[in-house]
């Protein structure tokens, strides 16, 4: 009789034993569920627009898996990528880019644009926002990358 007490009284659990119980299990599922971690280097460079630096706008790179790294272009056409939730930097290895510069970025523009137009019109070509068109490529390593000069047309 005694035993089967015993065992009664351990298959108890407590409020406060039930709530570590569901925060171990919590972890447990999380370190099994999420992205391999990514290697990822520091990126910087340079946009150039007809040999003239991007005064703003914004560049992204998307490796083929995760999150893509963003960067906001700088008066003198500098960015330096960072990746969202990840830290500073981009993926290590091959990557697509993207660039946009709508009239809606330019930091000295006091027009508010609403509805679909809400960025304004592109100034510079349009094929250059997508991934897909813009035919520019980066190749990150793990270290000693230089800046990145990224040359419109």
Do not use: W
């Not at 007809?50 to 083929?64: A, C, D, N, Q, T």
């Not at 709508?102 to 000295?108: R, S, T, V």
Request: hydrophobic share 40%; net charge negative; with cysteine.
């Amino acid at each position: 009789m005694r035993t089967s007490h015993s065992i009664m009284r351990f298959g108890r659990i407590g409020s406060r034993e039930s709530l570590g119980l569901f925060f171990l299990l919590g972890a447990i599922i999380l370190a099994g569920c999420g992205e391999p971690q990514r290697e990822l280097a520091p990126l910087t460079g340079k946009v150039l627009y007809k040999g003239e630096p991007l005064r703003f706008g914004s560049v992204m790179i998307e490796h083929e898996f995760g999150q893509p790294a963003t960067a906001e272009i700088q008066p003198d056409g500098a960015f330096s990528v960072v990746t969202r939730g990840e830290g500073g930097g981009t993926a290590v290895g091959k990557s697509r880019v993207r660039i946009a510069c709508f009239e809606g970025q330019d930091p000295e523009r006091q027009v508010a644009f609403v509805g679909e137009d809400m960025l304004g019109k592109s100034l510079i070509p349009e094929k250059y926002a997508s991934f897909e068109t813009s035919g520019l490529t980066v190749d990150v390593a793990a270290s000693g990358n230089k800046p990145v000069v990224l040359e419109l047309e």
